[in-house]
């Protein structure tokens, strides 16, 4: 099912979405969130423009962005000219009236970035974790602050102007629990309290979210799945793990962990015993991850004579070199399609990504090859894809999330 990209606002008049009668309060606050909605979608919009997208009066729509205006949501910027008559005064959203902040964790460290209420970036910073794991104990808070305040330091910005905090982890957390589970190789991130630890610092709410759901809300929205409302996503990287998004929607799961395909267990891999917290590795000792994450990429490269320290440089090698490199990809493949064909047998996706350090080094050719093993399987055959974002994408999809949050607070003028 392809997916719109229409954004519908909220009808104006004198019910409420579901038909009941509205109260003036409730009814000028959706007229202002379909107001708000339609500026962050399309920019710097004039009175009319604005009204006529809303389908309010002229008067109404003049209130309403007084009303805006006056609240911090809105500002002037600037004129339509190169027409008849006066020129048209054009409005767009403050991107002072909030600020946010999103983070990826990773074993090597943490990024942080933060961004105003439009979504655009502005500061950045990078935090590395300390080298053993005794130095990490206690320390999670501090390091998540150190990456964040220097976020906003390159802003020119203080913990005082955010309104939310999104993190990326490996892993998921459990909502029964509290816990962050299916990584234990993140020392210093189980803690049951952390959530409450990280926003008594922060000072903001805390979303704590599966890496690979991030990167799959960032290819959602601003990716290769746009058009698409089910789709999976496969990560291969140093971890494997996979986001189902079925009817637009995240599938998560009791535990929150929907998508740990890195443990599945397949023909040729070692299986992940102990369960999703025994062990120090990302992939549990054994299961998907054990064919085709980076380390298993590294190893296939050298069997077939191919010397590199990572698997970017393994499969940029394998690319550029006839039989070995052929030998490389070709396994590499299979060994894809053979996890990828129990994930299209059990969700029977519209369209699958690829992503992660081994899809993009990879690239069209992997790709093209997995196809090829997939094609004569007696399964669905959904679309194939190599994600096409440009930059981190947990770190983008952390940031449209912490930006839709912040929205639907900020511009709630009920």
């Given at each position: 099912?392809?997916?719109?990209?229409?954004?519908?606002?909220?009808?104006?008049?004198?019910?409420?979405?579901?038909?009941?009668?509205?109260?003036?309060?409730?009814?000028?606050?959706?007229?202002?969130?379909?107001?708000?909605?339609?500026?962050?979608?399309?920019?710097?919009?004039?009175?009319?423009?604005?009204?006529?997208?809303?389908?309010?009066?002229?008067?109404?729509?003049?209130?309403?962005?007084?009303?805006?205006?006056?609240?911090?949501?809105?500002?002037?910027?600037?004129?339509?000219?190169?027409?008849?008559?006066?020129?048209?005064?054009?409005?767009?959203?403050?991107?002072?009236?909030?600020?946010?902040?999103?983070?990826?964790?990773?074993?090597?460290?943490?990024?942080?970035?933060?961004?105003?209420?439009?979504?655009?970036?502005?500061?950045?910073?990078?935090?590395?974790?300390?080298?053993?794991?005794?130095?990490?104990?206690?320390?999670?808070?501090?390091?998540?602050?150190?990456?964040?305040?220097?976020?906003?330091?390159?802003?020119?910005?203080?913990?005082?102007?955010?309104?939310?905090?999104?993190?990326?982890?490996?892993?998921?957390?459990?909502?029964?629990?509290?816990?962050?589970?299916?990584?234990?190789?993140?020392?210093?991130?189980?803690?049951?309290?952390?959530?409450?630890?990280?926003?008594?610092?922060?000072?903001?709410?805390?979303?704590?979210?599966?890496?690979?759901?991030?990167?799959?809300?960032?290819?959602?929205?601003?990716?290769?799945?746009?058009?698409?409302?089910?789709?999976?996503?496969?990560?291969?990287?140093?971890?494997?793990?996979?986001?189902?998004?079925?009817?637009?929607?995240?599938?998560?799961?009791?535990?929150?962990?929907?998508?740990?395909?890195?443990?599945?267990?397949?023909?040729?891999?070692?299986?992940?015993?102990?369960?999703?917290?025994?062990?120090?590795?990302?992939?549990?000792?054994?299961?998907?991850?054990?064919?085709?994450?980076?380390?298993?990429?590294?190893?296939?490269?050298?069997?077939?004579?191919?010397?590199?320290?990572?698997?970017?440089?393994?499969?940029?090698?394998?690319?550029?070199?006839?039989?070995?490199?052929?030998a490389v990809l070709t396994e590499l493949a299979r060994r894809l399609a053979t996890g990828l064909a129990s994930v299209v047998a059990v969700v029977d996706p519209e369209l699958v990504v690829l992503s992660g350090e081994v899809a993009q080094a990879g690239g069209e050719r992997l790709r093209e090859l997995v196809e090829t093993e997939l094609t004569g399987l007696a399964l669905p055959r959904p679309e194939l894809r190599i994600s096409?974002?440009?930059?981190?994408?947990?770190?983008?999809?952390?940031?449209?999330?912490?930006?839709?949050?912040?929205?639907?607070?900020?511009?709630?003028?009920?």
């Amino acid at each position: 099912m392809r997916r719109g990209t229409t954004m519908a606002a909220p009808p104006p008049g004198n019910t409420t979405p579901n038909g009941t009668p509205g109260t003036p309060r409730v009814l000028r606050a959706m007229n202002d969130r379909a107001a708000l909605d339609l500026l962050a979608a399309h920019g710097p919009l004039t009175r009319t423009r604005l009204g006529e997208l809303t389908g309010l009066s002229k008067p109404t729509a003049s209130q309403l962005l007084t009303r805006l205006e006056s609240a911090g949501l809105v500002r002037p910027t600037g004129n339509v000219t190169g027409r008849p008559g006066p020129n048209a005064q054009l409005y767009e959203i403050n991107p002072a009236a909030a600020h946010v902040a999103a983070l990826a964790v990773d074993q090597e460290g943490i990024s942080a970035a933060v961004a105003d209420i439009t979504g655009q970036v502005v500061g950045e910073h990078r935090v590395t974790a300390p080298t053993t794991d005794e130095s990490l104990t206690g320390r999670t808070a501090e390091l998540v602050a150190e990456a964040v305040d220097g976020a906003l330091a390159a802003a020119g910005l203080d913990r005082t102007d955010l309104h939310g905090t999104v993190i990326g982890t490996p892993g998921a957390l459990d909502p029964r629990t509290g816990t962050l589970r299916y990584a234990p190789h993140l020392p210093g991130w189980q803690s049951r309290a952390l959530r409450d630890e990280l926003a008594e610092v922060l000072h903001t709410p805390i979303v704590i979210e599966n890496d690979v759901n991030l990167a799959a809300v960032a290819e959602q929205h601003h990716g290769t799945a746009q058009d698409f409302d089910d789709f999976a996503l496969v990560w291969a990287d140093e971890g494997v793990g996979a986001a189902i998004v079925l009817g637009g929607t995240l599938l998560r799961g009791a535990t929150g962990g929907a998508g740990e395909i890195g443990y599945m267990p397949l023909p040729g891999a070692p299986l992940a015993r102990g369960g999703p917290d025994a062990a120090a590795a990302p992939d549990g000792g054994g299961g998907f991850q054990k064919l085709v994450g980076c380390p298993a990429v590294v190893e296939l490269a050298r069997e077939h004579g191919i010397e590199a320290p990572t698997a970017a440089k393994a499969l940029t090698a394998a690319l550029r070199t006839p039989g070995a490199g052929d030998a490389v990809l070709t396994e590499l493949a299979r060994r894809l399609a053979t996890g990828l064909a129990s994930v299209v047998a059990v969700v029977d996706p519209e369209l699958v990504v690829l992503s992660g350090e081994v899809a993009q080094a990879g690239g069209e050719r992997l790709r093209e090859l997995v196809e090829t093993e997939l094609t004569g399987l007696a399964l669905p055959r959904p679309e194939l894809r190599i994600s096409d974002i440009e930059g981190d994408p947990i770190l983008i999809g952390a940031l449209r999330q912490a930006v839709a949050d912040a929205r639907n607070t900020v511009f709630d003028t009920a």
